[in-house]
């Protein structure tokens, strides 16, 4: 059974850094690509950020470009979010998500999703 | 960038059928994905590929793609089938390729 379990949430002032990771198991790390999906409070999804199986190729939305690094250990089955000058708008319930495929890009979808990890930047 | 509009929500009876659109141009060339959320949770895939479903999804759940718009259809709704639903897809020449709908309310009266 897939299992993805996301830590590293918390309150975080703005200008201030936080560090996501996401425990995978219950299927071949890196045989796929991973994303990050946020929701703000009461508001829709978006994605954030993504990485191949490989770890050799990455996107960012350009709401977190030049902010957010994202990384994978295979050999740990374990997915990052680095963040860091952290906004208020980014405020938001962060999930990992499992791409159905190798590939970040291509018409795939999520299979499978983490329960979430809350990220507030407030003063 | 690629937008995707859905109604903000849908309201049915017990026992008959939901449909959830999903405009977007000429968004019959693409692959549809659809998600249902319940309040605090994680999003599950309800509907892939346009039209396929995940083991373990209700055949009650079902999809269709032509044109502009995309649909969801919930058939013989229950009331554990109220959520929030979310299309999806790849819009390779945005700069946000995968693209998330708005989100439609599923309310069960």
């Known amino acids: 059974e897939v299992h993805l379990l996301e830590s590293g949430g918390g309150l975080v002032q703005p200008g201030g850094s936080l560090r996501l990771s996401c425990a995978a198991s219950?299927?071949?790390?890196?045989?796929?690509?991973m994303s990050w999906v946020r929701q703000a409070p009461g508001k829709g999804l978006e994605w954030v950020s993504a990485?191949?199986?490989?770890?050799?190729?990455?996107f960012y939305a350009d709401s977190v470009k030049g902010r957010f690094i994202i990384s994978r250990d295979n050999s740990n089955n374990t997915l990052f979010l680095e963040m860091s000058s952290l906004r208020a708008e980014d405020t938001a319930i962060y999930f990992c998500?499992?791409?159905?495929?190798?590939?970040?890009?291509?018409?795939?979808?999520?299979?499978?999703w983490g329960q979430g990890n809350l990220v507030t930047v407030s003063s | 960038s690629y937008v995707l509009t859905q109604p903000p929500s849908v309201s049915v009876a017990p026992g008959q059928t939901a449909k959830i659109t999903c405009g977007g141009i000429?968004?019959?060339?693409?692959?549809v994905h659809w998600y249902q959320q319940k309040p605090g949770q994680a999003p599950v895939v309800v509907v892939y590929?346009?039209?396929d479903r995940p083991s373990g999804i209700p055949e009650r759940f079902s999809g269709s793609n032509s044109g502009n718009t995309a649909t969801l259809t919930i058939s013989r709704v229950e009331a554990g089938d109220e959520a929030d639903f979310y299309c999806?897809?790849?819009?390779?020449?945005?700069?946000?390729?995968?693209?998330f709908g708005g989100g439609t309310k599923l309310t069960v009266l």
């Open positions: 990485i191949s199986n490989s770890g050799g190729s990455t």
């Open positions: 219950g299927f071949t790390f890196n045989f796929y690509a």
């Open positions: 000429n968004i019959g060339s693409k692959n």
């Open positions: 998500a499992k791409n159905s495929d190798q590939s970040w890009s291509g018409p795939y979808y999520f299979d499978y």
């Open positions: 590929d346009d039209s």
């Open positions: 999806q897809v790849w819009h390779s020449s945005s700069d946000h390729p995968k693209v």
